[in-house]
């Protein structure tokens, strides 16, 4: 510490002045710098230091000295520089922004104003079925098969519904839907309803996954089934899940968007499946050997005896 600096120097002061004077008992006289233990003893005791060991201090020599550089303010705070510059840029970078937006804005209510209203909105809240009364008819969504042969179970629920709802059987338009589009057409207002032979499905009547829409089901008036019809081998094959061997060339069709299409993702790997747009589609699939196996509900394979041949 600072108090055995200052003795020490003392110490040698000391010693220089009593180097040519001072003898031992035996006549020696001390040379150079060297100090006499009782010398540091009375400098312990008059100063009061409280020294744990007191050694001979040899001459050191000093190497060259060099004078430290001055350190300058910007190098000893260049961090609180390098943050009061970067918040200064986000400040400038903000305000930009905000300029921008509010010229933007600027332009935007200019236009608004300049623009000629527009209409009210076509959208109708109104519940469908007081909408469907106002109109006079019911737009019912079919194949375009049904509609073009006029008869089938399908068009008699049409007429039933008309009857209830307008008082009127023959109080319906017939509009082609296929499986693909026919929950948009619901969805958009195009039909009123659509009698397909929709299979129902919890997921369709809480959000059908092509449109994030859920749709209102009737009660069942149908049971059926997914049935395999066509090449007898292949068959067995699509039956069996089996995809090797005699069964490597199985090639199934079936209506996009409908739960025979799900149910083969499923099932099979895409290669092994082809999607069409509608049952009449799907037949000629099956002539031209663009398949040899049709997926596709009972009725529609029981209905259709040729495809058997």
């Known amino acids: 510490n600072r108090r055995t600096l200052v003795a020490r120097r003392r110490a040698r002061r000391a010693a220089r002045r009593r180097e040519e004077n001072i003898e031992?008992?035996?006549g020696e006289s001390f040379t150079?710098?060297?100090l006499f233990r009782g010398t540091v003893n009375f400098l312990r005791d008059s100063l009061q230091l409280h020294l744990v060991e007191a050694t001979l201090v040899e001459d050191v020599e000093v190497g060259e000295v060099v004078e430290a550089e001055a350190i300058g303010l910007i190098e000893r705070k260049w961090k609180?520089?390098?943050?009061?510059a970067g918040a200064l840029v986000l400040a400038l970078l903000a305000s930009s922004i905000s300029?921008?937006?509010?010229s933007q804005n600027g332009k935007e209510s200019e236009l608004l104003v300049k623009v000629t209203p527009t209409l009210s909105p076509t959208f109708d809240p109104r519940p469908r079925l007081e909408k469907v009364q106002e109109r006079g008819h019911v737009l019912c969504g079919m194949s375009a098969e049904t509609i073009e042969s006029g008869e089938g179970q399908y068009l008699d629920l049409c007429r039933s519904i008309a009857a209830v709802v307008v008082g009127d059987p023959d109080g319906f338009v017939g509009v082609p839907v296929t499986f693909t589009n026919r929950w948009q057409h619901l969805l958009d207002g195009s039909v009123d309803l659509v009698v397909l032979g929709d299979t129902y499905t919890i997921?369709?009547?809480?959000?059908?996954?092509?449109?994030?829409s859920g749709f209102t089901f009737s009660t069942p008036y149908n049971y059926d089934g997914m049935a395999y019809v066509g090449n007898q081998t292949l068959v067995r094959c699509a039956e069996e899940y089996r995809r090797y061997g005699e069964c490597s060339s199985l090639k199934i069709c079936a209506e996009g968007s409908t739960t025979h299409h799900d149910f083969l993702k499923r099932a099979f790997p895409s290669v092994y499946f082809t999607i069409g747009s509608s049952l009449e589609e799907l037949k000629e699939m099956l002539f031209n050997n663009t398949c040899n196996v049709v997926a596709s509900e009972k009725?529609?394979?029981?209905?259709?005896?040729?495809l058997y041949d």
């Open 203 to 212: 997921e369709r009547e809480m959000r059908e996954k092509s449109t994030g």
């Open 24 to 26: 031992n008992e035996n």
């Open 80 to 84: 609180m520089f390098a943050s009061a």
């Open 299 to 306: 009725t529609f394979v029981r209905s259709n005896a040729p």
């Open 32 to 34: 150079g710098i060297n």
């Open 99 to 102: 300029v921008f937006y509010d």
